[in-house]
């Protein structure tokens, strides 16, 4: 690639020590080199800074403790205003990428002027990352689409810092999807790269496997921010929950 821009690479984190090796050597190891990340821990009270000893002195990594926990809104706002890059992609602690991920997803936003690009996804659950099953996402998402099928991983994103001057992650429940709407609300289309993928793990405190309480927050979003009407919003809840279980199933 001629044109190499910075991307700065968002990673909240509350106790996933466990996995925050396997995210952060994910990064290093990716073909494409010029990233910055800004590692926010959300006062984890696990071994999370043990772990992190061994990425304190690499350069392109900023490492930010926080003395008191802020949530994953806060944390991801707070990298978005340490950025100074022209592209941002967001990553989820215990999350981790193929080699390929950043060089294959910045190439085809700078070769078709991208503002907003996603990709697909091989989920698994808990650690068994023999049992994959990949995404068949929608070739593009506008604001219409995601409100229906919001299977738009926050690991996959990477966006044009501009897109979003006056777009923040909001201190709610599935803070990520109601930014993804903000962000889609305005005319913006977010564009699937097909040549790459992300890793994607549901443990079993994951907010996703809280089913009920999923569709409860969501519908306060709805209804809230995103101002629908009775009818919009049972319709979108019933879209979202029918292609959860095509993908996932009953887990």
């Given at each position: 690639?001629?044109?190499?821009?910075?991307?700065?690479?968002?990673?909240?984190?509350?106790?996933k020590a466990k996995y925050v090796k396997q995210c952060l050597d994910s990064i290093i190891s990716q073909t494409y080199k010029n990233w910055k990340i800004y590692?926010?821990?959300?006062?984890?009270?696990?071994?999370?800074?043990?772990?992190?000893?061994?990425?304190?002195?690499?350069?392109?990594?900023?490492i930010i403790y926080l003395k008191e926990n802020k949530g994953p809104s806060y944390c991801r706002n707070l990298g978005i205003e340490q950025s100074s890059s022209e592209y941002l992609a967001f990553m989820d602690s215990d999350d981790f990428w193929p080699e390929n991920k950043l060089e294959s997803q910045i190439k085809a936003m700078v070769k078709n002027d991208y503002n907003f690009t996603y990709t697909d996804y091989f989920f698994f659950f808990n650690n068994n990352q023999k049992k994959l099953k990949k995404t068949c996402l929608p070739n593009f998402y506008d604001y219409k689409i995601f409100l229906n099928h919001s299977s738009m991983s926050t690991s996959s994103i990477i966006i044009k810092k501009d897109l979003i001057k006056k777009i923040f992650f909001k201190n709610v429940e599935h803070e990520d999807f109601l930014f993804k709407c903000d962000v889609l609300r305005n005319g913006e289309l977010a564009f699937k790269i097909k040549e790459t993928h992300v890793y994607y793990r549901i443990n079993k405190s994951n907010r996703s496997s809280n089913k009920i309480k999923n569709l409860i927050n969501l519908w306060k979003i709805n209804n809230k921010e995103n101002n629908l009407n009775l009818f919009q919003n049972f319709k979108s809840l019933f879209l979202i929950s029918f292609n959860s279980l095509k993908k996932y199933g009953w887990k």
């Open positions: 690639m001629v044109n190499q821009p910075i991307i700065d690479i968002i990673i909240p984190n509350f106790n590692f926010i821990d959300d006062n984890s009270n696990d071994e999370t800074k043990e772990v992190l000893k061994d990425f304190e002195n690499i350069d392109n990594i900023k």
